[in-house]
């Protein structure tokens, strides 16, 4: 019988064990200002990477930038702002990136919602698929010709295990005609997972590669829209990833020399994991593309 405390060792999951250095490299990860964002900025600038850190609310930024400069010292980290339920902000941010930032050899599109109340972005978009997915779908196209240019690079998409519940409701999808907050989020995690497919496949021998992971069950605040979720994530929290444990995927997919040329592929645990047959879809991927391009007012071949 497993006792709770092999329990909370197995939820913990595996541990990045690769030594790579990022001395020179710049890094960028969006909602790094708390839980497995903040957590993958200090390993990273541990590392020795100048890591960029992309945060809606600046001054909590700053403050997850001096914890991290507390506990290294040495640590080349900045806090820049940047508001993914608004495409002004991103543009804005991406100009001022590309204008003042040479290179980039690693995004990671990190930052996210989970079952907010029915709201929308300031473009209108429902708010779980427009800054889950489409605000880092625009954010990655403005940065796409600096990655390119600063290859070998890497994109990592942060996921979830939620999206083998999701579907892509192309006749619905900003729920407007029912709204589930849950779905809602599976959804968006659904995006991420076929935005990663489709991207692998238009980056093929630009030698930039992108990943999508799932992260594992975290204790963080990203349950704060939903009671019942804060609960139960406080019940059980001995069950539960730390940020640190949390992060540890999306630091492997970012750095580990084995997979510098593995692209399109899904990770949890430091390892290929499963992807839901809806999320295997080309079609569907193809599809939720030239429609995000067409929300955004894109062209993005």
């Known amino acids: 019988m497993w006792r709770p405390c092999s329990l909370a060792k197995y939820a913990a999951g595996r541990v990045c064990k690769s030594t790579t ?62 508001d993914l339920a608004d495409t002004c902000s991103i543009r804005a941010f991406a100009q001022k990136f590309l204008r003042e930032v040479n290179q980039l050899h690693i995004l990671i599109n990190n930052a996210g919602v989970m079952m907010c109340p029915y709201t929308k972005t300031v473009d209108g978009f429902e708010m779980h698929i427009g800054v889950n997915h489409l605000g880092h779908f625009l954010l990655t196209s403005l940065l796409i010709g600096l990655l390119k240019r600063s290859a070998p690079a890497r994109i990592v998409v942060v996921s979830s295990l939620a999206h083998n519940f999701g579907w892509i409701r192309f006749h619905d999808l900003h729920s407007q005609g029912s709204y589930n907050s849950g779905l809602a989020y599976c959804q968006s995690k659904l995006a991420n997972v076929l935005f990663t497919r489709e991207l692998a496949s238009r980056l093929k021998g630009t030698n930039v590669t992108v990943n999508s992971v799932h992260p594992g069950t975290v204790n963080s605040d990203l349950t704060r829209h939903s009671t019942l979720m804060t609960i139960l994530f406080t019940v059980f929290s001995v069950f ?13 997919c970012a750095i580990a020399e084995e997979l510098h040329s593995i692209s399109g592929k899904h990770f949890s645990d430091c390892t290929p994991a499963f992807v839901a047959p809806q ?17 955004l007012g894109i062209e993005w071949d």
């Open 240 to 252: 539960l990833k730390t940020p640190r444990e949390g992060a540890q995927t999306s630091i492997y």
């Open 21 to 82: 250095r990022l001395d020179g490299k710049t890094v960028l990860i969006t909602g790094a200002n708390t839980g497995i964002g903040k957590e993958t900025a200090l390993d990273l600038a541990i590392r020795g990477a100048r890591v960029i850190m992309a945060c809606r609310d600046v001054e909590k930024g700053e403050e997850a930038a001096a914890s991290i400069r507390a506990s290294y010292p040495e640590a080349r980290v900045e806090v820049r702002e940047l």
């Open 279 to 295: 999320g295997r879809s080309a079609e569907t991927a193809r599809r939720l593309w030239d429609v995000s391009c067409e929300l």
